[in-house]
């Protein structure tokens, strides 16, 4: 590539990436900051006179914020680890096995991706109830990992449909069993699309304040975003809490990100090599 | 032990039929090759004499026993593929050693099998690398490695040269070949080349479109051809095929190779002109068109000259002339 192409295109990128930080940038500078700085000045930075840790003290202090960071860490690597396992097991059956009604099971399985899960709000709700999981972590990690399959099984069967014949047949000639081929052949060569599919999976279950509100209000089964909820009145919001507790709430799924994104990378080197 | 039948093997997926009945019996200790252009089904047929596709209708047998329900591993036979298929997470060594070790065998058999297999081929000082450090013409020692370890009775190559350059397909065409020799095993191989299965095969399967045209050994398909087909695909330069008429006979098409076709400047049977001529060192190929057959090919043994659109003579040795009836079948 030319300088003078790389360099637009890395200004084109700069750009867009302060952009989209922007708001992440906002909201961690005033989480630093009191109350009185934050309406003051919003876009300046903490210095020693506006600095106040206010907001992370009220959010230690009040409710039980370790917990909830607990129970939003449960549900979303539950669902994300059913969500992977299942929506590889179905993909590798869809893309490898030849059966009656192959396709239209794969349609079936994909229509959930235009289908909001939100629309069953209220059957989920009577199922919940009518099963005794209201206020439990299972009821997010059932709908969750319902929520993620669809996208889940579209994305492997594709890459699934890629990984080479000949190697599942070697496997087989060489007394594999279909689990062994699945585990340890086809998994690990649609690695990077696990880990995009992870990425798209985890970020909203984690954000997500519907069914936690719906399903699991109550103290001790709570997440992180509703637990948030709390300083924020219908009069009054405690905006120096709310910034801190979003600012905690970036680290861990930020954590998984960076763990999930090596992956990805080095799934695309690996294929690279070959 | 290693003796292989068909019967009436066919084979559809959904309503398109890729095997259309296959009767075929391969010997004890033999090198037989399926040939045939792509797409007529060697794969297929391979696949289910492996056990990794059903057959629609039809059996197969080993050593006399019908094995259409037994799985490809219960059979007793290795697979080298086209695409090597190597393991990428193991290392050579674990490659080799798979399908003995899954198969419940003490480590210090699988130790001297993998030794014994890695000396045959020259692979010791590779052992402990993956497959992703090794070259193409390495990986398929390896594959090949990984199918002796087994010492099954059936070994089946599929294209296994194919994904080689020129001068490494010889030398392992070479390798597969002692092989045989010093294994005698029986193999099945499968080709699309001719040069391939003239050079490997004690028997020879031509197949198109999923039916099998002939079987016989190298100079029988090459002397013998049963059809157009066979003629036309067994033997390079491709045989050319004249118009019998023309010739005085009954009608329909005559074939004579092209090393049976003389060619003269002055006088001969049938007038053509020249228009291609191909030198190879060791033999020149002269392309000549004629206003009644068409484009003959000429192949001359050492060095000649001939200009584009000299007139020439062609000449064919009339005891070496087949004769194809209009349907393509041989006239006896
Ligand atoms: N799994 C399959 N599903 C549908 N058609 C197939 C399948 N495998 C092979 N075929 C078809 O069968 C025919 C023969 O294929 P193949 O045995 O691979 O040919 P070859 O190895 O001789 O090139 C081809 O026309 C191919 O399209
Ligand atoms: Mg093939």
């Known amino acids: 590539m030319s300088p003078g192409r790389s360099i637009a295109a890395h200004a084109a990128l700069i750009t867009w990436t302060l952009i989209a930080l922007f708001p992440v940038f906002v909201i961690v500078i005033n989480s630093f900051k009191s109350r009185k700085a934050i309406f003051a000045d919003p876009l300046a930075l903490p210095w020693p006179e506006n600095f106040d840790l206010i907001g992370y003290q009220t959010v230690m202090k009040q409710g039980d914020f370790f917990l909830y960071f607990q129970n939003s860490l449960i549900v979303t690597c539950a669902s994300l680890f059913f969500v992977l396992l299942f929506g590889a097991m179905a993909a590798f059956a869809l893309s490898e096995y030849r059966f009656r009604g192959n396709t239209l099971m794969g349609l079936y399985l994909a229509l959930g991706i235009m289908i909001p899960i939100r629309l069953g709000t209220v059957a989920i709700l009577e199922i919940m109830v009518a099963s005794g999981l209201v206020n439990t972590l299972t009821a997010l990690i059932l709908v969750y990992t319902a929520q993620g399959l669809p996208l889940a099984v579209f994305i492997l069967a594709e890459f699934m449909k890629s990984v080479s014949d000949d190697l599942k047949n070697a496997g087989r000639i060489d007394g594999l069993s279909e689990y062994r081929i699945f585990f340890s052949l086809v998994l690990p060569l649609v690695r990077p699309a696990m880990a995009t599919v992870a990425v798209f999976t985890m970020i909203p279950i984690w954000n997500d304040l519907w069914f936690p509100l719906i399903l699991a209000p109550s103290e001790e089964v709570k997440t992180v975003t509703l637990g948030a909820q709390v300083f924020i009145g219908q009069f009054v919001t405690n905006w120096n809490a709310v910034l801190a507790a979003l600012s905690l709430a970036i680290v861990p799924v930020l954590v998984l990100y960076l763990i999930f994104s090596r992956q990805l990378i080095r799934g695309i080197t690996a294929g690279a090599v070959k | ?332």
Not at chain 2, 11 to 34: A, M, P, Q, R, W
Not at chain 2, 255 to 266: F, N, Q, S, Y
């Open chain 2, 1 to 332: 032990m290693g003796a292989l039948e068909l019967k009436s093997v066919t084979k559809s997926f959904g309503s398109t039929e890729v095997i259309k009945g296959v009767d075929l019996t391969v010997n004890d200790g033999e090198f037989c090759v399926f040939v045939g252009p792509s797409g007529c089904g060697k794969s297929t047929l391979l696949r289910i004499i492996a056990g990794l596709e059903d057959a629609t209708a039809g059996d197969i047998l080993l050593d006399g026993k019908r094995v259409n329900e037994v799985a490809p591993a219960k059979r007793e036979l290795a697979m080298v593929f086209q695409s090597y298929a190597l393991y990428p997470h193991l290392s050579v060594r674990d490659n080799m050693g798979l399908a003995l070790k899954q198969a419940g065998q003490p480590k210090a058999t699988i130790q001297a099998a993998t030794e014994k297999a890695a000396a045959m081929l020259s692979l010791g000082p590779l052992m402990d690398r993956r497959p992703a450090e090794l070259s193409g013409g390495q990986r398929q020692r390896v594959a090949i490695g990984r199918a002796i370890v087994r010492t099954p009775k059936l070994f089946l190559f599929d294209e296994p040269l194919s994904n080689l350059d020129a001068a490494l397909r010889v030398a392992t065409r070479i390798e597969i070949a002692r092989l045989h020799r010093d294994l005698k095993a029986t193999m099945i191989y499968v080709t699309h080349d001719q040069v391939e299965a003239m050079t490997l095969a004690d028997r020879i399967v031509v197949l198109r479109a999923g039916k099998v045209e002939q079987v016989g050994s190298p100079m029988e398909l090459y002397n013998n051809p049963a059809n157009t087909f066979v003629a036309g695909f067994i033997g390079s330069p491709q045989m050319n095929f004249l118009d019998a008429a023309a010739l005085g006979l009954q009608p329909g098409q005559a074939g004579i190779r092209p090393e049976h076709l003389a060619i003269t400047r002055h006088q001969g049977e049938i007038p053509a002109e020249v228009s291609h001529v191909e030198k190879l060192g060791g033999e020149t190929l002269v392309y000549a068109r004629s206003a009644q057959h068409g484009l003959l090919t000429v192949r001359l043994f050492g060095e000649h000259d001939y200009a584009v659109s000299e007139p020439v003579h062609l000449t064919p040795d009339r005891a070496r002339l087949f004769e194809f009836d209009s349907e393509g079948l041989r006239r006896v």
